[in-house]
């Protein structure tokens, strides 16, 4: 069977629908799942005004692959508590929604020219559910992970974003979770957690190069350069931003959200790509 015709079952599967928005939420510290913050409070809000989807993709930077993207495939998607030494409160926490494995394999097809393959070896990690319990806290939508690839180019991300854009009008919600700067080798603690110059140069040039479209810029590693470096000692967190960017159109509307520097070295902006 062709892709075009995957994509025909696909649209025959799900009613039509006005084309999705594409998120991209900055994590941040698993306690945002626990406390009242100016980040989990945002995270609500957004829920409040998004639509409900037939179904959430998240490629989240918590579920790593190398030379394949993987797509959860389960039915009853496990809630990964994939962190240490974190208040207990945190280790009860369930985000207990049904999956998607008949689209996740169509999504799987999808992404045939990306190595996509099948996989119920995951779950929902806490880049999923710390973000999702705030938008959708009934549970009640069907959600499953896609994973990134680690061996790829930057560029490889906004492909995937591409392939994955066509969910978008079928009632499929794209959200990426990650952060735009994360360099946990540098945070700051305390009450005077003052954001380094890296951080705040990195992120506000990430949202100039968004605002522009100019998605080759932040997908060029030696473009970047050392600011890169500084900013994500590995690119797991980035990853996320530019499958959401890829996933977006001409004409879409940018709005962002949450832009603060947390901890000195972790950007908590967060963006949506939304029909104008």
Do not use: C
Not at 65 to 75: K, M, P
Not at 148 to 168: C, K, N, P, T
Not at 175 to 188: D, E, F, K, T
């Amino acid at each position: 069977m062709s892709i075009v015709q995957d994509l025909e079952k696909l649209r025959d599967g799900f009613k039509r629908t006005a084309r999705m928005p594409v998120v991209f939420l900055g994590h941040g510290s698993p306690t945002n799942a626990i406390e009242d913050t100016e980040f989990s409070r945002a995270w609500a809000g957004l829920g409040q005004s998004l639509p409900e989807p037939q179904a959430i993709l998240v490629v989240s930077a918590h579920w790593m692959s190398r030379g394949t993207t993987l797509v959860n495939l389960s039915a009853r998607p496990e809630t990964i508590h994939d962190f240490y030494g974190f208040p207990e409160a945190l280790y009860g926490l369930e985000y207990p929604a049904p999956g998607a494995p008949e689209l996740a394999r169509e999504v799987v097809t999808l992404l045939g020219s990306h190595h996509g393959e099948g996989s119920e070896e995951w779950g929902l990690d806490h880049g999923a559910w710390t973000v999702l319990r705030f938008l959708y806290p009934e549970a009640k939508v069907p959600v499953f992970q896609v994973s990134i690839d680690m061996s790829r180019g930057l560029d490889f991300q906004l492909e995937v974003g591409r392939a994955l854009a066509a969910l978008r009008d079928r009632g499929v919600l794209i959200l990426g979770s990650g952060n735009v700067v994360h360099n946990l080798r540098a945070v700051r603690w305390g009450a005077d957690a003052t954001p380094y110059d890296f951080a705040v140069e990195f992120d506000t040039l990430f949202a100039d190069r968004l605002g522009a479209r100019d998605f080759a810029a932040l997908a060029d590693r030696e473009g970047l350069g050392a600011l890169l470096k500084m900013a994500h000692p590995s690119v797991d967190h980035y990853l996320p931003a530019l499958t959401v960017a890829g996933a977006s159109e001409a004409s879409d509307a940018l709005t962002f959200m949450t832009d603060a520097i947390d901890l000195g070295s972790v950007s908590m902006r967060s963006f949506i790509f939304h029909p104008a």
